[in-house]
């Protein structure tokens, strides 16, 4: 068949194939700003049509293109070529507004939900299943329109068709070959029903302090508070045991721990405590207690509990009360703090306690025997130095060696 002929064959069809694509058009036009008025009042939908605005403006003229080349004789050169070609096109087309739907109504959910209130619990465990949901409903439509794709071409229905012949085995071999990822999809579908974790949660995973930042089809990414990402697999969730602080509320206590000494007048602490929890704003008025939890023979450990709607609010909290207590001893009661005591004794009074302390002859020294027996030898201007004892006797005549000042004996 010459040029001529095939476009005296097409001339038709092509006029018809542009009729239809730009009647696509108008109706695009036309049907968007009445679906856009018509769901103004209601979020979810007014969410879904936004979504679906894109993927229309494409679906509509290849619906028509399509409707137009099946009307096509087949007898015109490279006609089942080009229908083929818009088939494809069309499923593309219509998975794509399929899954703009689906994620406009997660869209319309979270707008109905927001996050960004006191009490965003409820908030939060409705946007953790609407996201994972959605998640796994989108790739549920894009596996199946790959699957209507596919099916489109015979070599690969007869491929599909050997498929199912072995399906036994096949099925084995992807089971094990994907287990990991089967095993997380699972996880999502669990983690959406039950909801051990949700958007916005505090975690301790790992030892690590974080709050969800997402929640993915596979994994679940926790945003560390240094600004790091830990990225971890749903399944890990299921199989391992984690910390949640807000589980059921945000609202948390925390402890500030403090070492003073037995000294310490407690009540005005107390009072300086309550002060100043009352006046931050990081404090919900539920908790603020100070006890001694702990004794030692240098001091005493007191424990202050203070609660707070967050754990980032009962964290600035509770530094804010550590600062505040240190600065409160160290200006009303400096003794407080604590302090290493040490007796200090002079040399005549050691030498009582020792002349009464029994004494191991087959130990003793012969200057050990001279002092007990009182005729110890002194040198004039000297300390004689006891071996039993090492306390120095600082004995002098008058303007002889000074007293010791009271870090000298305690060094020695």
Wanted: charged share 20%; glycine share 8%; hydrophobic share 45%.
């Amino acid at each position: 068949m010459t040029f001529e002929a095939i476009v005296r064959e097409w001339a038709g069809p092509l006029g018809l194939a542009l009729a239809a694509m730009l009647t696509g058009l108008i109706a695009y036009r036309v049907s968007r700003p009445i679906a856009l008025r018509l769901t103004r009042h209601t979020r979810v939908l007014r969410a879904v049509a936004e979504r679906m605005d894109g993927p229309l403006h494409l679906m509509l003229p290849l619906a028509a293109l399509a409707v137009v080349l099946d009307s096509v004789p087949d007898t015109v050169p490279g006609i089942d070529g080009i229908r083929h070609c818009a088939g494809v096109l069309l499923i593309a087309a219509g998975t794509w507004v399929a899954v703009a739907a689906v994620q406009g109504v997660g869209d319309g959910v979270a707008v109905l939900h927001p996050q960004d209130v006191d009490d965003n619990l409820r908030a939060r465990r409705v946007l953790t299943q609407t996201r994972v949901l959605t998640r796994i409903v989108k790739g549920v439509l894009i596996f199946a329109g790959l699957s209507f794709v596919l099916m489109t071409f015979p070599r690969a229905r007869q491929f599909g068709a050997s498929l199912l012949a072995s399906a036994g085995l096949s099925a084995l071999v992807i089971g094990i070959a994907a287990r990991s990822v089967f095993g997380n999809l699972i996880a999502g579908l669990q983690i959406a029903l039950s909801q051990p974790i949700r958007i916005d949660d505090v975690l301790i995973v790992e030892g690590e302090w974080g709050r969800v930042e997402e929640i993915t089809s596979t994994y679940v990414v926790l945003k560390i508070w240094d600004e790091r990402r830990l990225v971890i697999p749903l399944q890990w969730f299921i199989e391992h045991s984690f910390q949640n602080w807000t589980r059921s509320s945000s609202q948390i206590i925390g402890s500030v721990m403090l070492w003073v000494d037995y000294t310490t007048d407690l009540e005005p602490l107390r009072g300086e405590a309550t002060r100043l929890a009352k006046a931050s704003k990081n404090f919900d008025g539920r908790v603020c207690l100070l006890q001694v939890v702990e004794t030692s023979e240098r001091g005493m450990q007191l424990r202050l509990i203070v609660s707070s709607p967050s754990a980032g609010q009962n964290w600035d909290l509770r530094c804010l009360l550590r600062e505040g207590l240190i600065a409160f001893l160290q200006r009303e009661q400096p003794h407080a703090l604590p302090r290493v005591r040490a007796e200090v004794q002079s040399a005549e009074a050691a030498r009582d306690t020792d002349a009464r302390a029994p004494v191991d002859s087959r130990k003793a020294s012969p200057e050990l025997h001279a002092r007990l027996a009182g005729t110890e030898p002194r040198q004039r201007g000297d300390a004689a130095v006891s071996d039993a004892t090492g306390m120095a006797d600082l004995t002098a005549p008058t303007g002889g060696v000074p007293e010791p000042d009271e870090a000298e004996i305690a060094g020695r």
